[in-house]
């Protein structure tokens, strides 16, 4: 390591704070690992709970019973109970069993990584549903009457005037159900997910620094959500459209 690291690092020793750890190479390595795992694991869930999100928030509001009841079910069961719990019962009871059935098939190519990105992505999903049901409800019914009267079928009202629409109304709360994916992702480390939480904690089962590595993880996802709090913001005021809202 080179000597302006070792010379930071013994002066933040001196107020207390042992982060001798970055002179390690496989530790610096490990944890920055853990810190792209993060990001990785953070993009894949927004992606795939705003898609889950959409289709479930559709089923919700449509007036067939077969679609809107099942995932009423959904929404309500994944609201209520935690993700960890969620997590442990997908990984630990689903991912056996599936292993058990494709033992002579060449294995489960389900991944802890994978499994940790469904069960957030279908977790946070549902509390994506409930504020797009919101958005597509808040639609004036004026707006569904022009769209209809331009031959506009149900179907077409839905993705091209309901959810473009709802989507605005919704923005704010989506941002803050992003914030709390991104924090929610510290829970794959539960299951040895080599996020920046499961680094660390290999890192200071060794060498007894908590509090160092406990500053750096928030300090991460404090710059984290920021961002993805400004990129929100950003977006609100990009799709902001005249009559609706502001």
């Not at 920055?32 to 889950?52: D, K, N, Q, W, Y």
């Not at 292993?99 to 279908?122: D, H, K, M, Q």
């Not at 992003?178 to 996020?195: N, P």
């Amino acid at each position: 390591m080179s000597a302006p690291a070792q010379a930071l690092v013994d002066a933040i020793g001196k107020t207390g704070l042992n982060y001798s750890f970055v002179l390690a190479p496989d530790e610096l390595a490990s944890f920055l690992h853990g810190m792209l795992v993060t990001l990785e694991l953070s993009l894949v869930t927004a992606l795939g709970s705003l898609a889950a999100g959409v289709v479930l928030a559709a089923m919700l509001t449509s007036p067939r019973a077969a679609l809107a009841r099942p995932a009423r079910v959904f929404v309500e069961v994944t609201r209520n109970t935690p993700t960890l719990v969620q997590l442990f019962c997908a990984f630990l009871v689903v991912n056996m069993l599936i292993s058990e059935a494709l033992r002579n098939l060449g294995g489960n190519p389900l991944t802890p990584f994978i499994w940790s990105a469904i069960v957030i992505s279908l977790h946070k999903a549902a509390f994506h549903a409930e504020a797009l049901r919101a958005g597509i409800e808040a639609v004036p019914r004026a707006t569904l009457e022009a769209a209809q009267s331009l031959g506009y079928s149900r179907r077409q009202r839905l993705w091209e005037v309901q959810l473009p629409l709802a989507l605005r109304f919704a923005l704010p709360t989506l941002v803050n159900n992003m914030v709390d994916l991104v924090k929610m992702t510290t829970v794959a480390s539960a299951i040895a997910v080599g996020d920046i939480t499961y680094a660390s904690i290999m890192i200071w089962t060794q060498r007894d620094n908590v509090l160092e590595l406990m500053i750096l993880i928030l300090l991460f996802f404090g710059a984290l959500t920021f961002a993805v709090n400004r990129a929100g913001q950003w977006l609100e005021i990009r799709l902001r459209m005249p009559g609706y809202g502001h």
